[in-house]
């Protein structure tokens, strides 16, 4: 029965990951690489799995060359209106992700916002939002989280938005480098 259990979820979240390019507006991935390209400094807000998907896509970033802050960590300089901020919340209402949209808006710093939920607060605040599916509410989602909480709270509550949200920023950092090499090719 273990086996099961664990190909059906494995089958849910590739189905999501499978679905969720229908979810991608050229236009918004075009201008956050540009967003990302003229920033001098990157940072990144998220709390719980959400936090973590940030980091590594930060870590990801860094390895590009980009001065990447993690909101949180202790040291972190204040935001200018060259840098790029990128907010991540599923329900857009998370409490640190928003306050730190907040701090962007007076800097005029640029605000990204990666959210299921772009009429929420993060969503109204950001000055792109890029929507992932994973933390709608409908009958899908909902079955999956009973079945791996087993009816209880759902403690794997988000993750398909943070699987989605993981392998959409994987695919910009791979984008972002394949633009830098196109480039180089380019200059030589």
Not at 105 to 119: D, E, Q, R, Y
Not at 129 to 146: A, D, F, H, M, T
């Amino acid at each position: 029965m273990t086996k099961e259990v664990i190909e059906s979820i494995i089958k849910s979240i590739t189905n999501h990951l499978n679905n969720s390019i229908s979810w991608l507006d050229g236009n918004r991935v075009s201008e956050l690489l540009e967003h990302l390209s003229g920033a001098d400094r990157v940072y990144i807000v998220g709390v719980g799995k959400s936090g973590l998907v940030g980091k590594i896509f930060g870590l990801s970033l860094v390895s590009l060359g980009y001065e990447v802050y993690i909101v949180g960590e202790s040291l972190l300089p204040a935001p200018r209106a060259t840098d790029l901020i990128f907010a991540i919340s599923g329900t857009g209402e998370t409490d640190y992700p928003v306050k730190f949209a907040r701090v962007g808006k007076k800097t005029n710093t640029k605000v990204v916002a990666i959210t299921s939920k772009p009429n929420s607060t993060l969503g109204k605040l950001a000055d792109l939002v890029i929507s992932i599916p994973g933390r709608e509410e409908n009958q899908q989602s909902r079955k999956l989280e009973e079945l791996t909480a087993y009816g209880e709270h759902g403690t794997l509550k988000g993750m398909l938005f943070e699987m989605a949200t993981l392998a959409f920023l994987n695919a910009v950092v791979a984008a972002l480098a394949r633009m830098r090499k196109n480039t180089e090719k380019e200059e030589n």
